[in-house]
């Protein structure tokens, strides 16, 4: 999805404002019949699912490609022949519907498109696929999380540098003294020493990566469903450490974009601000400039000054 869906809005507003009053439309306006103002009613009602979708899907501070496959089960579903419908709302309803069935039709794509959304506390039910298909998502969220902390144990833990200059420790510390241990530890200790071996290891025995995962999946699955309006990142945020392997897996999949929207901001952004009469700037002060003005609260940082 790319600029073309902010032209599908800019049209539709367009078609919108066509549907006002007499009173609120412009001179040239005037020209357009009843039939037509019908049809352009009826156009501005086909397409409102299209501009709740395009408008959701062009945020930037939400994971969006989490929400890409829920969208396009609605719109199927709102793109479906209604009793009522007008012979022009059913030609309308048959290109949208054809044209999205086309789209992400690639298993790979599918696939990726519903981890997605099985990650993201909002969507986790995943109500738009069958079971089987569920259940298929979330054993490949679990062997993708399992593959996951299988490299981060692979990875070399970095130790800190020693220091080249140590001071002289105190001869106190090293050869400590042995501590005194009571003598009812004593006698515990010689049962230890004698039994400990066959009953010191009372504790349950560790659980492999594989039932971690299962475990936490399970546990995901059964916490109520985060409400739409929520943040997704700053839930996982505070559950980081309840589902440490889902969590990370999280991290790598609703990081992506769901649309190039924001990347065409960000060159439209650059635009405005290399212009002919600022084109001597460095390429590092432009990267400074693109990122405070994508990032910096201009309305706070001058009531500072």
Known sequence: MTCSSVSLNNNLQFVQRCCLPKSERVAHIFTLNKTDIGNTEEIVRALKSMQVATTVMSE?????LSLVA???AQLLHDTQDNIGDTALVRNIKQSISQDL???YASTVERNTLYTASALDPRFKTLPFLSLEERQETYARVVAEAIT???EKRQQPICEPEAHEHHEKPDETEQNPRPPLIPAKMRKSRGLTDLLGQTY???GAPPKSLSATA???VKRYQEVTSLALTEDPLSWWKSHEEVYPFLATLAKRYLCIPGTSVS???VFSTAGDIVTAKRSTLTSEHVDQLLFLS????????????
């Open 60 to 64: 930037e501070k939400n994971p969006t």
């Open 70 to 72: 829920p969208l396009l």
């Open 101 to 103: 069935k086309k789209r």
């Open 148 to 150: 996951l902390q299988e």
């Open 200 to 202: 010191g290891d009372v």
């Open 214 to 216: 299962e475990e936490e």
């Open 263 to 265: 990347a065409e901001r």
């Open 294 to 305: 994508k990032n910096a609260d201009i309305a706070s940082l001058s009531k500072c000054v």
